[in-house]
């Protein structure tokens, strides 16, 4: 029974990783509606507006059984990812539809914060479980779970570095440090995340287009750049993409004729654009997941703050030996970083580590 529901559940799951790129800004879910033992509707979340998972499962048993859709969902158990909806938001509550159709019993992934389906549900009378497959559904929900629960996206954070911790050449000589077949690999972070964040240091040095071209996306992941004086022209390479771009700066004081850039004023802390500021707007414009793609200067104040979740290093088999920049100037208060290696693959010739921050 248990390891039906995990199998169902599993279902469910990988029909919520096929939302990305298809939700934003809404969560992912994936649903599978099933009767008797056999799978009778499936759904993930549709474009904003459109139907959630739930309401996607049950429109697809609406579809497979034209005649008498109404008695086969009747008594049904629906599986799903995450907690359904309670509130009616640009589209009405999920628990709504799920009482109307006389769904028997509904077996979640993980709970949402934001949301009271589970009480409304126990209320109509709907039998309730929650937590199946609760650590692949909560991994899988990790960004929109932050965005509710800490107000700020999960910050993923790329650096590629040499065996001695080099990230550049001082003299901005030998842009790739790592092989082609990492920058490949690094490619499928841009990917799965909303948005990418940098600073104006990396902008001006490198002129970098921070786009996805390993693989087709349907869109390009949002860019963001910190520049506290508004270096930006608008003209470099990575404003030149369809999706929008912010620029957060502390003055706003000159126009940038790039209809797709969006200017936001941010207060600064000693001088620099406050991070936990930057990340609470990035939140509330509904980013979830944000990858760091910066130099040793943002990077390290992201230390400082302790706001970066997991660490993705390229490690090159290089001595880039003096005249090089560190990927982070260590200070007293960064002692307490307490990091877990969940992931180690060797990537061509460099060594790919994946660490979760054990404190964020
Ligand atoms: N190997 C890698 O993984 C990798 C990745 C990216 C870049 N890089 C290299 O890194 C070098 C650039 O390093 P960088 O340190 O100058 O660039 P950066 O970290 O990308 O940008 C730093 C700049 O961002 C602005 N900023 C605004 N708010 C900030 C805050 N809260 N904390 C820190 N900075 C803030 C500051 O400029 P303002 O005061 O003007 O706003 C600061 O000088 C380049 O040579 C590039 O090739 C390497």
């Given at each position: 029974?248990?390891?039906?529901?995990?199998?169902?559940?599993?279902?469910?799951?990988?029909?919520?990783?096929?939302?990305?790129?298809?939700?934003?800004?809404?969560?992912?879910?994936?649903?599978?509606?099933?009767?008797?033992?056999?799978?009778?509707?499936?759904?993930?979340?549709?474009?904003?507006?459109?139907?959630?998972?739930?309401?996607?499962?049950?429109?697809?048993?609406?579809?497979?059984?034209?005649?008498?859709?109404?008695?086969?969902?009747?008594?049904?158990?629906?599986?799903?990812?995450?907690?359904?909806?309670?509130?009616?938001?640009?589209?009405?509550?999920?628990?709504?539809?799920?009482?109307?159709?006389?769904?028997?019993?509904?077996?979640?992934?993980?709970?949402?914060?934001?949301?009271?389906?589970?009480?409304?549900?126990?209320?109509?009378?709907?039998?309730?479980?929650?937590?199946?497959?609760?650590?692949?559904?909560?991994?899988?929900?990790?960004?929109?779970?932050?965005?509710?629960?800490?107000?700020?996206?999960?910050?993923?954070?790329?650096?590629?570095?040499?065996?001695?911790?080099?990230?550049?050449?001082?003299?901005?000589?030998?842009?790739?440090?790592?092989?082609?077949?990492?920058?490949?690999?690094?490619?499928?972070?841009?990917?799965?995340?909303?948005?990418?964040?940098?600073?104006?240091?990396?902008?001006?040095?490198?002129?970098?287009?921070?786009?996805?071209?390993?693989?087709?996306?349907?869109?390009?992941?949002?860019?963001?750049?910190?520049?506290?004086?508004?270096?930006?022209?608008?003209?470099?390479?990575?404003?030149?993409?369809?999706?929008?771009?912010?620029?957060?700066?502390?003055?706003?004081?000159?126009?940038?004729?790039?209809?797709?850039?969006?200017?936001?004023e941010i207060d600064s802390k000693e001088g620099d654009i406050?991070?936990?500021?930057?990340?609470?707007?990035?939140?509330?414009?509904?980013?979830?997941?944000?990858?760091?793609?910066?130099?040793?200067?943002?990077?390290?104040?992201?230390?400082?703050?302790?706001?970066?979740?997991?660490?993705?290093?390229?490690?090159?088999?290089?001595?880039?030996?003096?005249?090089?920049?560190?990927?982070?100037?260590?200070?007293?208060?960064?002692k307490e970083l307490e990091l877990k290696v969940i992931e180690?693959?060797?990537?061509?010739?460099?060594?790919?580590?994946?660490?979760?921050?054990?404190?964020?």
């Amino acid at each position: 029974m248990e390891d039906q529901r995990k199998e169902f559940m599993g279902i469910a799951l990988k029909l919520a990783k096929e939302a990305k790129d298809i939700s934003f800004p809404n969560p992912m879910v994936g649903a599978v509606l099933v009767k008797n033992n056999e799978i009778i509707g499936k759904g993930n979340t549709k474009e904003p507006g459109n139907n959630h998972a739930e309401i996607s499962a049950i429109n697809d048993a609406k579809r497979n059984f034209p005649s008498n859709s109404e008695e086969k969902i009747k008594g049904s158990s629906l599986y799903v990812t995450l907690e359904p909806c309670s509130k009616q938001g640009r589209t009405p509550a999920c628990t709504e539809e799920i009482i109307k159709n006389s769904i028997k019993e509904v077996i979640i992934g993980s709970s949402d914060p934001s949301q009271d389906g589970l009480k409304v549900l126990s209320n109509a009378g709907i039998k309730t479980q929650i937590g199946v497959l609760k650590d692949q559904t909560d991994d899988h929900h990790k960004g929109f779970l932050s965005r509710v629960e800490r107000k700020r996206p999960y910050v993923r954070c790329k650096i590629a570095c040499s065996l001695d911790g080099g990230v550049a050449f001082l003299n901005g000589e030998s842009k790739w440090i790592t092989s082609e077949k990492s920058r490949i690999d690094s490619h499928d972070l841009r990917k799965k995340s909303d948005a990418i964040i940098t600073g104006i240091g990396t902008v001006i040095a490198d002129d970098p287009k921070m786009t996805v071209r390993s693989k087709e996306v349907k869109k390009q992941p949002i860019v963001c750049v910190l520049d506290t004086k508004l270096k930006s022209k608008g003209t470099e390479k990575i404003y030149q993409r369809d999706s929008e771009s912010f620029i957060f700066t502390k003055t706003n004081h000159k126009t940038i004729n790039n209809k797709n850039i969006k200017i936001v004023e941010i207060d600064s802390k000693e001088g620099d654009i406050n991070l936990r500021d930057t990340l609470e707007y990035l939140a509330k414009e509904g980013i979830s997941e944000l990858m760091l793609e910066s130099g040793p200067s943002l990077v390290s104040s992201f230390i400082e703050e302790n706001l970066i979740d997991e660490f993705i290093f390229y490690i090159a088999p290089k001595l880039m030996g003096k005249n090089k920049y560190k990927f982070l100037d260590l200070t007293p208060e960064i002692k307490e970083l307490e990091l877990k290696v969940i992931e180690t693959q060797y990537i061509g010739n460099d060594l790919k580590l994946v660490a979760i921050n054990q404190r964020s």
